[in-house]
């Protein structure tokens, strides 16, 4: 009885073209993903990540934080403001009470030293 099952074949169906498309879009992509894991491209995404960061380090040091000027506003510079009549209302009354609270605090200094 063993040897009958042994001998007996059965027949396999041809492949259809679907499946046979799908198995060549498969390989197709599991090709390219190895052509991606080799060590060429690994070598050269390296490459590519370490001028990416040589570029943005030599950009982020161009000026010195020394250099930088610390400002609480911009007051508008290289800005153009489009806000609307309140908020330019807003923003005066705050500049002039900055000027009010500087020029105290400049006479409290002055006064304190002299």
């Known amino acids: 009885m063993l040897k009958e099952k ?26 390219e993903e190895a052509e991606l894991t080799g060590t060429e491209a690994i070598d050269a995404i390296k490459e590519k ?11 982020r040091t161009r000026l010195s934080n020394d250099e930088k000027p610390l400002r609480l506003f911009a007051q508008g510079e290289g800005v153009q403001v489009t806000a609307g009549p309140r908020v330019k209302a807003i ?23 002299g």
Request: avoid cysteine; glycine fraction near 0%.
């Open 6 to 31: 042994k001998t007996l074949h059965r027949m396999i169906a041809k492949e259809s073209d679907r499946i046979k498309r799908a198995r060549e879009k498969l390989l197709a992509r599991w090709n």
């Open 91 to 113: 923003m005066e009354r705050v500049r002039k009470e900055m000027e009010q609270q500087k020029a105290i605090l400049d006479k409290t200094l002055s006064q304190k030293s």
């Open 49 to 59: 990540i370490k001028n990416q960061y040589h570029r943005n380090t030599s950009l």
